[in-house]
């Protein structure tokens, strides 16, 4: 099963993309994770993406294409894949609709994961990450020991760069002007759109998930 996970910065699409690919048995891809860590290792593809990470832009199209090229090629992926963070331009949406069509495959699911503002703001201005796995956390303060890290050594929890006041208005702005045009887009080329409301609990969430995905 294929499934593009869709939704503005915070909304939850990667936690519950965790929990999406380990019920179907099939791995996630996270572009935003991928470029994380081409940033910290310094490639060519960190050097590049850096500056647009760091505001909050959106990193290029033949950056994100490559990436996702890679990544749907690998023998890991025959299963399935749950998509996290890309699409997030038209241009990426043909492409992918394209690199599916050379390997044969369809694009199942297109979960688009609703949620206001207000809420987002709210919920990356308190997030951190652990600075060695990636994990995110709320309620934990910039500095903690990630004491349940399974990476030695274990990390301490940081901010992510993008999740500084500023670069949080820009990522809502960039998801308005480039991101929602996808979802008319997907609502234009086929019936695989489905939205669900991304407000309350994780366990909640994950209920609605599961339906839309129809293993619940
Ligand atoms: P995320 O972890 O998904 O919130 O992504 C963090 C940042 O990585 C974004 O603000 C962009 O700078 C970059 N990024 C991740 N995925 C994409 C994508 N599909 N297209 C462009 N930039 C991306």
Redesign the pocket.
Known sequence: MIVVLLGP?GCGKGTQGERLAAALGVPKI???DV?RAAIKAETPLGLEARA??DR????PDPL?LGIMREALAAPEQARGVILD?????VP?AEGLAKVLEGLARPLDLVLLFEIADEELVKRLSGRTVCSACGTPATGRAPGELHAECKASPKGHFVRRK?DEPDAIRN?LEVYEQQTAPVIAWYRAHGDRLTAIDATGTMDVIEARVRRAAGIG
């Open positions: 910065p996270s572009t935003g470029i647009y990470y909050g832009d959106l990193v994100i963070g890309v699409v997030r331009t990426q993008d990522r």
